[in-house]
């Protein structure tokens, strides 16, 4: 045989469909091709009837796809140059490119009909050698619905030339027609036997036409019965067929007499019948009848619209991966071609494009089905946004275009396609950076320090929260976090806040300590602290030189600017570093204002008081560890609940020194930051009434010392509004 050359595709004909044939039957003989017993026995049979006809049916078809399932190639059904290339080598290997030459392989075909044109179903053909000592049989086949056949044969060893002879025989093997050819054979012959009427051949009369299913496809390979009525509601099979490309069929058959009423019927797969024709009484044996029908679209239901869109923009695409680099502008209008090649509506084959350019993708690796039911539902097609799409409801809308036939999936298929979704959502997700930050999701949870299989356990559960925190933790738990890992988690989602998401910055305080606290003792309310560490974490030394501009090279400055995340703009990278840091020491003021004026002062002689300084910021301290919080806090009721305040300190120390804590509390409550407090402390203002109705005295010195604040005017506008909360609280009260 000859090697299967390609493309090739339903309702082609010829010697290249032969040869496809033949190596689908030697594969399925050798058990390359596994098939289950019924489709051996079914498939092989119609395949039979295809070989005879040279033509790519539905058994061609299947046995293809089966292959390409089983080679783990596209399963289009049709042959193109992978699965030729691939089908090629196993018969290679099967040696079925060694047999006779090929001047040795011949071919006779033809039609076999009665003398009055009448097309003859059923009839035995056999071709033969008539050599001198007798004939050598070279092969036969049996006639199809138009009366066709054809038989293959190789020239007999020690044969030159073939005398062939071609006869048609009826059932007891009595010849009806022969013909003789008066000359050598040529490899192809086309012999047509014209069969007398006086022969009496069974066959006498014919119906023929067309089956189209409800949806408006045509029926092919539907098996058809015709019958006799007869009385009592009973009925006589008179002939079977099965419908040929386009949904043709011929049934020729004997009546049983001069006129009769027939019926149509088509066969299911579970053998039972559906009536397709009314009853039809009026045919003769004198004349044919043309008989065009439609069958009900349940016999051969619609394949599901990807498969029939795939089917037909594979043979002007070649592969429909190809549809990946479609074009639609002024200068390519791949689209229009495809349409006007198809018929298929332009949305649809663009959406068939998008489709395939996504799957495409490395980082999406979904199949192509499965992700085009996905935009038929009408999901985003950008990978970034398809990825937030939780993927029950991706479950749902794949059912729900499936139920409506845009594609054909199967319930095992849809588990193993929302698990295959699943991991590209995480993967997906994971690798997208936080808002306002350069580090992704996945940067962070790896900076968190979990083993890998802890890190597994959580990246679904954060990437599908939508309640509270405690949810959160709860769900965490339950997927198998132990409480270690969730401590660890938690305090680098407190972190990673104060460090604006930066997973290096995050990972730097990870190693500061246990708790975020402790960043107010390490002076990280103060944007020097944090430029500082910048500057640690870029060039990897803890003693930062006093200008450490001065000697950055170029790699330092692309990690600095790698460090500090890209919410912070600015033309150069000082200025980023620069809002950056002083946004950073804003979140820890804010979040930890107790500890941060606690800290102060401790450090800075602007804060130091006029009395018991070292007794209060001890005092302070020893509440802010136990819950004390400056301006949500009562300072009395809190010191009487709380007695292990005390620690060292004599009662008159603690008598003092929570008087100094109430001071605070109403100067915190005043101002709108800490720089305004020494400001009022020192001009002894220090309540509302002060500040809202201050002596003469008080308002001079406050105009003279307000002009040391950065932005003094807002300062001290903000001093009288919060002068104004405070007194308007202190009345309700």
Not at 136 to 157: C, K, Q, S, V
Request: proline content about 5%; charged content about 25%; glycine content about 8%.
């Amino acid at each position: 045989m000859n090697k299967i050359i390609y493309p090739l595709k339903p309702e082609d004909r010829g010697e290249p469909v032969a040869d496809l044939q033949e190596g689908l039957r030697l594969m399925v003989v050798k058990g390359v091709l596994q098939l289950s017993p019924d489709d051996r026995k079914t498939l092989g049979e119609r395949l039979q009837h295809e070989r005879a006809e040279i033509s790519y049916g539905e058994a061609t078809y299947r046995l293809v796809r089966l292959f390409q399932q089983q080679r783990h190639l596209e399963p289009t059904g049709r042959v193109d140059e992978h699965t030729a290339n691939v089908i090629n080598a196993i018969l290679e290997q099967l040696g079925a490119f060694r047999p006779a030459p090929q001047d040795q392989q011949r071919l006779v075909g033809g039609q076999v009909r009665r003398e009055d044109g009448l097309l003859l179903q059923g009839v035995r053909v056999l071709a033969s050698h008539e050599a001198g000592e007798g004939a050598i049989r070279l092969g036969e086949d049996t006639t199809d619905a138009e009366g066709r056949y054809t038989i293959r044969y190789n020239l007999p060893p020690e044969v030159i030339s073939i005398r062939l002879r071609v006869s048609a025989v009826d059932g007891n093997g009595r010849t009806l027609q022969s013909f003789e050819l008066d000359r050598d054979a040529n490899p192809l012959e086309i012999i047509n036997l014209a069969v007398p009427i006086a022969g009496k051949p069974t066959v006498q009369q014919r119906i023929e036409g067309t089956i189209v299913l409800e949806h408006g496809l045509p029926a092919e390979q539907l098996k058809l019965r015709l019958y006799r009525r007869d009385f009592g509601g009973k009925a006589t099979a008179l002939a079977e067929t099965t419908t040929l490309v386009g949904g043709r069929y011929a049934f020729a058959y004997d009546a049983g007499g001069p006129a009769a009423s027939l019926d149509v019927r088509a066969v299911k797969a579970d053998g039972s019948e559906v009536l397709l024709s009314k009853p039809l009484n009026e045919l003769t044996p004198e004349a044919g009848a043309s008989l065009n029908l439609m069958a009900p679209g349940s016999l051969q239901p619609l394949a599901a619209e990807y498969r029939r869109l795939s089917a037909d923009l594979t043979p002007p695409v070649g592969q429909m991966t190809k549809l990946a680099d479609a074009k639609e502008n002024a200068e390519q209008q791949d689209i229009t071609v495809l349409n006007r090649a198809t018929g298929w509506d332009a949305r649809l084959i663009a959406l068939a494009s998008i489709t395939e350019r996504l799957a495409a993708d490395p980082d999406v690796g979904l199949p192509s089905e499965a992700l085009y039911g996905l935009l038929r539902a009408g999901l985003p097609s950008d990978k970034l946004l398809l990825a937030q799409v939780d993927p029950d409801v991706v479950e749902m809308a794949i059912k729900k275009v499936r139920d409506a036939g845009g594609v054909q999936i199967d319930d095992a298929g849809i588990a193993d396609f929302k698990t295959k979704f699943t991991t590209f959502a995480n993967k997906t997700r994971l690798a997208t950076p936080v808002p306002g930050s350069r580090s992704t999701y996945g940067d962070l949870l790896k900076s968190s320090g979990l083993p890998q299989d802890a890190q597994d356990k959580f990246a679904p559960v954060y990437l599908r929260h939508r309640g509270n925190g405690a949810q959160l933790w709860e769900e965490a738990r339950r997927a198998g976090l132990d409480a270690v890992h969730i401590a660890k988690l938690q305090l680098q989602g407190k972190l990673a806040f104060l460090a604006g998401n930066s997973e290096a910055m995050t990972t730097r305080l990870l190693n500061k300590g246990k708790d975020p606290v402790e960043l107010a003792e390490q002076d990280f309310h103060t944007a020097a602290a944090w430029r500082k560490e910048v500057f640690r974490e870029v060039l990897k030394q803890e003693d930062i030189p006093q200008d450490p501009w001065a000697n950055l090279t170029d790699a330092d400055r692309k990690q600095l600017e790698a460090a500090i995340p890209a919410a912070y703009a600015g033309e150069k990278v000082e200025a980023r570093l620069d809002a950056y840091a002083e946004d950073m020491a804003r979140k820890v003021r804010l979040s930890y204002p107790t500890q941060v004026l606690g800290r102060l002062m401790e450090t800075d002689e602007k804060f130091k008081l006029p009395s018991g300084h070292d007794a209060t910021v001890k005092l302070l301290k020893s509440a802010t560890a136990q819950g004390f919080r400056l301006g949500a806090t009562p300072v009395s009721a809190f010191l009487k609940s709380n007695a292990g305040v005390q620690g060292g300190l004599s009662d008159a120390e603690l008598q003092a020194a929570g008087q100094q804590m109430k001071v605070l509390q109403r100067v915190y409550q005043i101002t709108p930051g800490n720089e305004a407090m020494p400001v009022l402390m020192s001009l002894g203002m220090t309540s509302a009434f002060d500040v809202m109705c201050p002596s003469g005295e008080h308002a001079c010195a406050l105009t003279s010392r307000s002009t040391n604040l950065p932005g003094h005017l807002d300062e001290r506008r903000m001093v009288e509004w919060q002068g104004r909360t405070a007194q308007r609280r202190d009345w309700h009260d």
